[in-house]
Each structure stands twice: as C-alpha cells, then as structure tokens.
C-alpha cells in the first residue's frame, strides 16, 4: 500500500509556470507506475500524464504535451509535474496515482491509490 500526498499548486497568471509535487509513504513507490490526472468543476477526471516504475518511459495527454513533464525520484519516493505555458483551461484539481498494471495506464481506472489533490487556477 502507498500514501500520495500532492502539494504545489496555486493561483498564477496564463504564461506562468508551476511544479506539483506528490510524495509517498512506504518503500515500494519504485514499484508503482505513477500518473497524473486533472478534474475540473463538473468534468470527469482526465489524463495528464504518466510515467513507469523505472521512468524509462512516459506518455501524454495531447492537450499537455511539449508543455508539461512527467518525473519522478524514486530515492526521495516523489513524483513530479512540471507544468509550463499554463492555459486558463488548465485550471483544475490535480490528483497522482499509483498502479500495479503491467504498463502505465492511461484511464483512471488503471489506478489504485489517490492522493487528496492540489487545486491549480490559471488567471487570463
């Protein structure tokens, strides 16, 4: 079992940049697929992106890529969201995950662990 716990997030202007943070509990963050998913008010909660237990891979959303990146420490058990260029319709509640799947997945319903989410509004 792991613990996710999201931290970063803000108020900042269209342009600005943000880095969420998403730190572990228990020794075996290595072993899980990590991934990012955002929800705003009165949407389903969709992918953002995703990254492998050995970060050797990582895959987008379209609406993120060239724009956000996906990482993460194992030695410190923290997954990283670096997110430039922030849109206004970037604005939403951002949430890490683990997974146990064969591969990263890119629904939520691969995922088994939550964290609280971190709220990010972007200002026009």
């Known amino acids: 079992q792991v613990q996710l716990v999201e931290s970063g997030g803000g108020l900042v202007q269209a342009g600005d940049s943000l880095r969420l943070s998403c730190a572990a509990s228990?020794?075996?963050?290595?072993?899980?697929?990590m991934g990012w998913f955002c929800q705003a008010p009165g949407k389903e909660r969709k992918f953002v992106a995703t990254?492998?237990?050995?970060?050797?891979?990582?895959y987008y959303a379209d609406f993120v890529r060239d724009r956000f990146t996906i990482s993460r420490d194992n030695a410190r058990n923290t997954l990283y969201l670096q997110m430039n260029s922030l849109k206004p319709e970037d604005s939403a509640v951002y949430y890490c995950?683990?997974?146990?799947?064969?591969?990263?997945?890119?629904?939520?319903?691969?995922?088994?662990?939550w964290g609280q989410g971190t709220q990010v509004t972007v200002s026009s």
């Open positions: 990254i492998s237990w050995s970060a050797g891979r990582t």
């Open positions: 995950a683990a997974s146990t799947a064969s591969d990263p997945p890119q629904w939520p319903g691969g995922y088994v662990y």
């Open positions: 228990g020794r075996t963050f290595s072993s899980y697929h």
